[in-house]
């Protein structure tokens, strides 16, 4: 969350960079809640059962499958997808989890094991 908000409100952007990412994000938010409130007696996205959320966005979470009619939708979730992973894998517990270690001194290169190399056909 402190990833997103940082995002939305980034003093090194420009105020009508600021404006358009927080419009981006009001604006996916919005259709989100509109289209749960259409499918579901009026109900918003928070106020779903959990299957009501997750048909929802399962309809939009797979660009290549999802209905031309939910692109804005499909628009949204990717955005808010790639907001989400760029702030897990920077983040501490996402840099541990990939066991990054681009901060390390490495004394001597070891190339990778000859299986790992054939798999790649390298």
């Known amino acids: 969350p402190e990833f997103l908000d940082q995002w939305m409100l980034d003093p090194l952007a420009t105020e009508r960079e600021r404006e358009a990412r927080q419009t981006a994000m009001r604006g996916g938010l919005a259709w989100l809640d509109a289209e749960c409130a259409f499918r579901f007696a009026g ?15 399962d309809d939009i979470a797979w660009p290549a499958k999802a209905r031309p009619e939910l692109s804005q939708g499909v628009d949204f979730f990717t955005s808010f997808r790639d907001l989400v992973a760029s702030g897990f894998w920077s983040s501490p517990m996402g840099v541990k989890d990939l066991d990054y270690r681009g901060n ?9 094991p000859r299986e790992v190399l054939e798999k790649l056909g390298l």
């Open 43 to 57: 109900r918003t996205f928070l106020d779903g059962t959990e299957a009501e959320r997750k048909a929802v966005l």
């Open 104 to 112: 390390e001194f490495v004394a001597e290169w070891k190339a990778p």
